[in-house]
């Protein structure tokens, strides 16, 4: 296999020399230090090819040795990739600057790069609030669950803001509907706190609240409440990765409960993935974000939902009931996003991919 060494006083300037000379699918073989400069061993992706034809395949293994190199090389494309940008990013001072807020207030690189891939020469950030606008879905006043109606379960994991925000819902429709067109609901008995504060919050509101503890007990607790504008369920909190949280969502299928998944707009990314990928059900009809008078930036939550389709249906911004819960205005809710940007510091977003799959569809 023909090689070539690149020395350069850093690793992003080596992998520039590399693909200069060899192209995009050049084959990294090493990347040490060599002194005070580093350097980096390629080979042309021929070399790749060659090395197939030489080897024989077996019929047990596709190609063994084979197909690690090649799994390799895809990683170490990927790597490239983020440390260096894309090309037009790198003749296109505009974007890297457009790129860089995206970053800092907590956007992932995947988004990012396919915004950035879509966006006209000359265009700036305006250009992207306007794309986010397009690509963030809230209700329509017809789909407020406050004014249409039925039963709701509030679903995520603990101290997302459930209790209180059940507490919310309640009081707008305590005063559209009165207090005797509203029930609470609560599944956690574990935790005598959590009553009690659902209970107080009742006492308060005038509305009555139960408790229940299996499918068959929220089934006939439902059964009696089947004259009331609005049922409002207070879940158990439960982390993304407790077993429980499959139990749970059979348990609201059981009795025919949708629900609203609540997003603590403080978690990162990852954390928020994974809540995402867990809670996500075909009974849950959109999302809270909440806890965003406390969130350092709030691209994350943005970001999570944009990727998911997801659908927002209020704001959650504090702990005072009712006051803290807020229709939804995306230009005002993005403005508070890109407003951090003075303040915002770097998050790990920066580095993290997300499948460029999962963004199909949406209105680039």
Not at 151 to 168: E, I, N, Q
């Amino acid at each position: 296999m023909n090689t070539k060494s690149f020395l350069a006083a850093n690793s992003r300037e080596a992998l520039r020399m590399v693909r200069a000379e060899l192209g995009e699918e050049a084959i990294i073989l090493s990347n040490r230090k060599v002194g005070e400069q580093v350097e980096i061993v390629a080979a042309h992706h021929e070399a790749l090819t060659g090395l197939a034809q030489a080897q024989p395949l077996q019929a047990a293994s596709p190609s063994g040795l084979l197909g690690e190199i090649r799994a390799l090389h895809d990683n170490l494309l990927s790597q490239i990739s983020a440390l260096t940008g894309s090309g037009v990013q790198r003749t296109d001072p505009q974007k890297a600057r457009v790129q860089r807020s995206l970053l800092k207030v907590g956007f992932s690189q995947g988004l990012a790069d396919q915004i950035l891939e879509k966006m006209p020469s000359g265009a700036g950030l305006d250009w992207v609030l306007k794309v986010m606008e397009r690509n963030l879905r809230c209700v329509s006043g017809s789909e407020d669950i406050v004014q249409r109606g039925g039963t709701y379960a509030l679903v995520g994991p603990t101290g997302v803001g459930k209790t209180t925000t059940t507490a919310k819902l309640a009081a707008r429709a305590v005063v559209r509907f009165g207090a005797d067109k509203v029930a609470l609901i609560t599944t956690d008995s574990y935790r005598i706190g959590a009553f009690e504060q659902l209970r107080i919050y009742g006492q308060i509101l005038g509305v009555p609240v139960q408790t229940v503890r299996d499918t068959a007990d929220l089934q006939l607790t439902l059964a009696s409440l089947k004259q009331k504008h609005l049922v409002l369920i207070d879940t158990i909190g439960m982390g993304q990765r407790d077993s429980r949280v499959v139990d749970q969502a059979a348990m609201l299928d059981a009795a025919g409960v949708q629900r609203l998944l609540l997003l603590n707009a403080t978690s990162n990314l990852h954390t928020l993935e994974d809540v995402v990928r867990v809670y996500r059900h075909a009974g849950v009809i959109g999302c809270i974000p909440t806890k965003l008078d406390e969130a350092a930036s709030m691209g994350g939550v943005l970001d999570v939902m944009i990727r998911h389709r997801l659908v927002m249906h209020y704001l959650a911004n504090g702990q005072r009931v009712p006051e803290d819960l807020q229709e939804v205005s995306l230009p005002y809710l993005l403005h508070c996003t890109f407003n951090s940007l003075e303040t915002a510091g770097h998050t790990a977003a920066s580095v993290l991919e997300f499948p460029q799959t999962a963004l199909a569809g949406h209105a680039f």
